[in-house]
């Protein structure tokens, strides 16, 4: 039915001037669809019995599941979560991957955008998903309770806006993570009171559930039930604490379209390696001639470390059903299927990390271009990697030396501060908090990746980088030979950076940025840092506020492999940073 623009313009737009009315024009012609709606959600943080591995035991929960529930909402939604603390742990939620453009009170770590949601209190977090569609997750940001605090978080495209790959026949969260029989918060307090790494878990999990590999688990196995000739998207994440992980099906082959809510040229593999933190979209063709048969998924670690790991593997199973879509009532052992376990590269596999991870190429084309920084304002150096520090006097250590672990930025071991940076920064109350003399480039340079320098100690402070609103920033991250070579995993909040460049040894300022990628680079929020070598990585910073920087790897944040990223605010109102919401939680 045709309606008249007259009848659809307010009084307002008609008394305005001319500018006026256009803008009015302009919100007319925006689809309803297109604004966004509001989602809402309610997290009860409360204790559940879990048994796992023929162990039960109280474990941190959201809404008494583990992991916990699902988030969907589509790109332009207002995502409101009401978090409500019924356990005696402080809690705080991290939206991860979110970009939370001025949203940076609802980003979540604790002591650095809040003080953490105390017992018998409440916190809604209110943030919009702005530019982005794929796979994210969401997890506890405080100590190690997101060992069973996490879930998935989906953002769908726009409403009548299409993948840019085949539409899938159905979608499937897949979370890798960890459990242990022990109360893993008492095994990092453990750890940081002895000086010595922590125990691993007991097993890795699918979906929560350890599967047919492990000891008294074999009806805890998650099972993928799949039609012949129908395509299904995986939603793969790694919510594992302290673990790279290499992942397959057997006699399938993968198409990877997405990482990190960021969709990717499509390339096909046999095998995946996901780093803690981040998340890798897949299509899996389920086969045509395949009808009641069943073939192993399968995941373990990748570790070059020299520290102790769970070296154990962790099955799924992928189970087709009939050409009719019936699901098989075949029953089977594991001796039936233990052949169809997929090969996987050893522990060590650095050659595939290295081959796997140059083949993430962006789109970069008209609907989803790549907006590299051809130009930077702030260069930065970083080291990261393991250290230690002096034992206390009159007590026995079981770090190195004697000494107790700990890792840094810089050689900087991050002092996690009692009262949250953010509202320090808002309301300039830095003063005893936290200084912003984080070093841009390592105080005393040595052989990065060769011969380790005498003395392995850091410092330790609560240190930020500042920058200037807009300002074109590349962070170059070298790992380091220091108490062992291995990969680190390097989130940054509220931010996704390209990564231009990596590769093995020490940078080299001279030539290596000859070999940037400023056309198509993969876009993230998570990168793994070479073992023994460097990534290159460039961003906007077009969003202000206070944002954490830090190692994936739980234990290595637990021994201050972290830093704060300061953004300044710009001139325009929407260059600035709120003020916080009336229900912050109080230190």
């Known amino acids: 039915m045709a309606v008249s623009l007259y009848s659809l313009l307010s009084p307002t737009c008609f008394l305005a001037s001319v500018s006026f009315v256009m803008s009015c024009l302009v919100l007319l012609a925006i689809p309803a669809s297109a604004a966004g709606i509001t989602k809402h959600y309610t997290f009860e943080i409360r204790l559940q019995n879990v048994t796992r591995l023929c162990h039960t035991k109280s474990v941190v929960t959201v809404n ?188 399938h082959t993968l198409t990877v379209v997405e990482t990190d809510a960021t969709y990717v040229k499509p390339f096909r593999t046999d095998i995946l390696l996901i780093a803690p933190g981040q998340t890798t979209n ?88 790549a907006n590299v920084p051809k130009t930077v304002d702030k260069h930065f150096f970083f080291t990261v990697g393991l250290g230690s520090k002096p034992c206390p006097k009159n007590q026995t250590c079981q770090g190195p030396n004697g000494s107790k672990f700990a890792a840094s930025m810089n050689n900087i071991s991050f002092n996690l501060p009692t009262t949250a940076l953010l509202q320090s ?24 990746t060769g011969t380790p320098p005498n003395s392995t100690f850091v410092v330790n402070g609560t240190k930020a980088v500042v920058v200037k609103f807009n300002s074109s920033i590349e962070v170059v991250l070298q790992g380091t030979s220091i108490l062992g070579a291995e990969s680190h995993p390097l989130h940054i909040h509220g931010y996704n950076f390209y990564v231009v460049g990596q590769g093995f040894g020490n940078f080299d300022p001279k030539n290596d940025p000859a070999k940037y990628n400023l056309v198509d680079p993969v876009e993230r929020n998570t990168v793994a840092v070479p073992p023994n070598g460097w990534v290159a990585v460039r961003f906007l910073a077009d969003n202000p506020g206070v944002w954490f920087f830090h190692c994936h790897f739980d234990v290595h944040l637990s021994w201050g492999l972290e830093m704060a990223l300061i953004v300044l605010d710009g001139k325009l109102p929407n260059q600035k940073l709120p003020p916080p919401p009336s229900d912050l939680p109080k230190c």
């Open 64 to 251: 008494g599941k583990f992991p916990g529930p699902r988030i969907v909402a589509r790109e332009g939604d207002n995502v409101q979560v009401k978090v409500v603390n019924h356990v005696s742990n402080n809690i705080s939620i991290h939206w991860h991957g979110v970009r939370q453009l001025q949203s940076g009170w609802a980003d979540g770590p604790s002591y650095i955008t809040q003080c953490p949601i105390q017992t018998g209190q409440s916190y809604l977090y209110n943030f919009t998903i702005t530019g982005q569609r794929g796979t994210l997750w969401w997890h506890a940001h405080i100590t190690w309770l997101r060992a069973s605090v996490y879930g998935p978080f989906i953002i769908l495209p726009k409403n009548n806006v299409p993948y840019p790959f085949p539409k899938p026949h159905k979608e499937v969260p897949i979370l890798f993570g960890e459990w242990w029989n022990a109360d893993p918060v008492a095994v990092i307090n453990q750890a940081l009171q002895t000086g010595a790494g922590p125990n691993v878990s007991d097993s890795y999990t699918i979906n929560g559930l350890p599967g047919p590999l492990y000891n008294c688990s074999a009806n805890e196995t998650f099972k993928l039930k799949v039609k012949p000739g129908k395509t299904y998207l995986l939603r793969l994440i790694n919510a594992a604490l302290n673990d790279d992980l290499f992942f397959s099906i057997a006699n």
């Open 282 to 369: 897949v299509l899996l063709e389920a086969k045509h001639h395949l009808a009641n048969s069943t073939y192993f998924m399968a995941a373990r670690p990748y570790f070059t470390g020299q520290g102790t790991i769970d070296n154990s593997t962790i099955a799924g199973i992928l189970e087709y059903g009939n050409p009719t879509g019936s699901v098989s009532g075949s029953s089977f052992t594991n001796t039936s299927i233990t052949s169809l376990l997929p090969t996987l590269p050893p522990i060590n596999g650095t050659s595939f990390f290295a081959n796997f991870t140059r083949k993430f190429r962006s789109l970069a084309n008209a609907q989803f271009p």
């Open 425 to 448: 920064y808002f309301f300039g109350k830095s003063n005893g908090v936290y200084t912003t003399d984080f070093p841009s480039v390592p105080l005393k340079p040595f052989n990065y």
